[in-house]
């Protein structure tokens, strides 16, 4: 059975879904931003690139996972690699969040991600999930 991939923007709610879906269907949960610690120390740490790197292997350590939901950070879809990798290894559903609703939900978060401001991390990841996804599910408030 193929794996369930979830992917969106920080704040799009892909692992409290992820967690009640990998409940409702029996199967493990992976979240890949809890494999390698505090995602937020490691970007600053690294920088963009590195932590990429790093974020690429944590995916590649996932080969041998089937019949599981995964939920991914939510920058993991960045690299091309990164997607072709993972729609060969299950079906990847983005869950959509729309910005004013996603907008509410990290209005008090502080991340080094969302620069140069929070509307054009939103519209990249936007732009990049809707590519790399089988399926766009809406996941509101």
């Not at 991390?121 to 936007?126: C, E, N």
């Amino acid at each position: 059975m193929s794996n369930l991939i979830l992917c969106g923007p920080k704040g799009a709610g892909k692992t409290t879904f992820g967690k009640k879906l990998a409940e409702l269907l029996g199967r493990p949960f992976f979240d890949t931003d809890q494999m390698f610690g505090d995602s937020k120390k490691l970007y600053l740490e690294l920088g963009e690139k590195n932590f990429r790197e790093l974020e690429k292997s944590t995916l590649q350590k996932l080969k041998r996972v089937e019949s599981s939901i995964i939920a991914l950070g939510g920058g993991a879809l960045l690299l091309p690699e990164n997607r072709k990798y993972l729609r060969q290894r299950g079906t990847i559903i983005y869950i959509h969040v729309d910005k004013k609703s996603w907008l509410k939900r990290v209005e008090m978060v502080d991340s080094p991600i969302f620069t140069p401001s929070k509307e054009a991390y939103y519209q990249l990841r936007v732009e990049i999930c809707r590519k790399a996804a089988h399926i766009e599910i809406n996941y509101g408030i």
